[in-house]
């Protein structure tokens, strides 16, 4: 059956298999998200300066990735790889080759449709037909007779990695559906065939490998960061081949994931002569009638996070139920029963939050922007704030330089006014309206993302499923507000804040686990995250 002019693939039938994989992830050392261009300059620099072959380094990186899947799959797994033509199959051919020589039966295609390969996969191909314990090696030029993939079958997805920019067509396209519809389990090299490095908006979707497993070199590609992309990577493993530390140290780059240590280096110390005066004063703006609970949780998440002093302002109706569940605070009522209706005077406190739970009535609304304009300290806005500003994007405008807000993906949607088609086109809105506003946006997700007024975004690695729960927003308010008062600056309050937050989230999956994991758990490990940053 003729697919297209790259190749012709002849269909099997096969029964469809749905793959769901939990995703795992293993940060490796070095937090630098290289783009695409970068990791190509990374391998020619390391050649240049190591100095070493390219070939050389190939086999450094397929013996690598031999030892990973040795790690996982005993040699009773018959292996096939899928080679394409350029390095990624030269990596591909390498581990076919060293996988054979240590007892495994493979069988290996190259898919050359135009009979053009990079000059390692040729070396890599010659020295694979040189293998005498290899079971069965086809160049594909034309035709391709897929073999039968079982469930005991492991293929070795070595097709194309990071370089590419366009979706997979045609003969390539087929090859990976036929892939995802087997039973088979799946390693991909580098990246999963098919899944671009950093933007995947109008990738189509069916045309991308989805692997069980992928072993990604050197470091994880942006596209790694995304929720819509996990499907297709499965578990994840990093994999240090030893490229040039020179140039992975000296080369800028616009993204990257935070580090522990990086963060322990943000923490203001306690002095021991310290009282609550010196330790900051924080304004919680949350609640309404039937949502105390929001107020509840971002003002404990705030006590617990260093500051001094903090004020609930809150209506009416939520007076007892505040003074009861969070008797350290000061609870300051609104005029109005049942929601927030007018401004409060900031000239006493030193950071304010506002949003969480104060719903979006009309005089709600009027209040609020009120509020930020007159907010004499930094701003934190979250939750119903940000959906009553994207019903007035006018006062988008208004709003002071510096301020922080807090979205997930849906309110970053009505905040931008667009539905992205992607993860990765969402964050570009997130970064835009960052430099706009000349605001911090930390986009809320398995990796929170910190963009930055200068273009920069940065990466949170902390956190769990768990923490998918109503009120885990709120607790980070609380948290990132009780840092503003206390004296960090903007952005490592929102870089220490969103990290302690997913500590306090994993401490306590720990403990009661993911399934059972509520915000108020959170809250009660946070002095275990503080802990241990602080050890």
Not at 5 to 12: A, C, G, H, L, P
Not at 172 to 187: D, E, G, T
Not at 461 to 470: F, L, Y
């Amino acid at each position: 059956m003729g697919w297209s002019e790259d190749f012709y693939f002849i269909s099997k039938n096969t029964v469809p298999l749905a793959i769901q994989s939990q995703s795992f992830f293993y940060l490796c050392t070095v937090m630098k998200i290289f783009s695409a261009a970068q990791i190509r300059e990374l391998d020619k620099y390391t050649i240049e300066h190591e100095p070493i072959k390219s070939i050389d380094l190939m086999e450094r990186a397929a013996k690598a990735i031999t030892r990973a899947i040795m790690d996982e799959w005993t040699d009773h797994s018959p292996v096939v790889v899928f080679a394409g033509p350029g390095n990624n199959g030269g990596d591909g051919l390498a581990v076919a080759r060293l996988l054979a020589e240590n007892g495994y039966t493979v069988s290996a295609y190259l898919f050359n449709v135009h009979n053009k390969l990079s000059e390692d996969c040729a070396a890599n191909r010659q020295r694979l037909i040189d293998c005498k314990r290899l079971s069965a090696f086809n160049e594909i030029s034309l035709n391709f007779d897929p073999p039968e993939l079982s469930a005991e079958t492991l293929v070795i997805d070595a097709l194309f990695g990071s370089g590419i920019n366009k979706p997979l067509m045609g003969g390539f396209a087929s090859l990976v559906k036929y892939i995802n519809q087997s039973a088979c389990k799946v390693v991909s090299v580098d990246m999963p065939s098919g899944l671009m490095c950093e933007d995947n908006s109008y990738n189509i979707r069916a045309n991308i490998v989805r692997a069980d497993l992928t072993l990604s070199l050197q470091q994880m590609k942006l596209s790694m960061f995304f929720a819509d992309c996990q499907q297709y990577i499965g578990r994840l493993r990093v994999l240090d081949i030893r490229l040039s530390p020179d140039y992975i140290r000296d080369t800028e780059v616009s993204h990257r994931v935070l580090e522990e240590s990086e963060i322990r280096s943000m923490l203001l110390p306690r002095s021991d002569f310290a009282h609550k005066g010196d330790m900051g004063h924080a304004l919680i703006i949350a609640g309404s009638h039937g949502m105390a609970g929001a107020a509840i949780l971002a003002t404990r998440a705030c006590m617990r996070s260093g500051v001094g002093k903090v004020t609930a302002h809150t209506p009416k109706r939520n007076c007892a139920i505040m003074q009861v569940a969070v008797p350290e605070a000061v609870v300051q009522l609104d005029r109005d029963e049942t929601y927030f209706s007018e401004g409060v005077n900031t000239d006493d406190f030193d950071a304010m939050a506002i949003g969480p739970g104060i719903g979006t009535n009309e005089n709600t609304g009027i209040a609020l922007i009120g509020q930020v304009n007159r907010a004499q300290c930094p701003v934190v806005l979250d939750a119903d704030a940000l959906n009553i500003l994207a019903n007035h994007q006018a006062w988008l405008q208004q709003l002071p330089k510096g301020i922080i807000m807090t979205p997930h993906p849906k309110e970053l949607d009505r905040l931008t006014g667009t539905v992205s088609n992607s993860d990765g086109e969402r964050l570009v809105q997130a970064q835009r309206l960052a430099e706009r506003l000349e605001a911090c946006i930390l986009l809320k997700g398995h990796y929170s993302a910190l963009c930055l007024p200068n273009g920069h975004v940065l990466f949170n690695g902390t956190g769990n499923s768990g923490m998918a729960t109503a009120g885990s927003g709120d607790v980070l308010t609380g948290i990132i507000t009780a840092l503003l008062a206390r004296g960090y600056n903007r952005v490592n309050a929102c870089a220490v804040g969103m990290y302690l937050h997913g500590l306090a989230g994993d401490l306590a999956a720990k403990d009661v686990g993911k399934e059972s994991l509520v915000a108020t758990d959170i809250i009660t490990y946070l002095p275990k995250a503080f802990m241990q940053l602080e050890e």
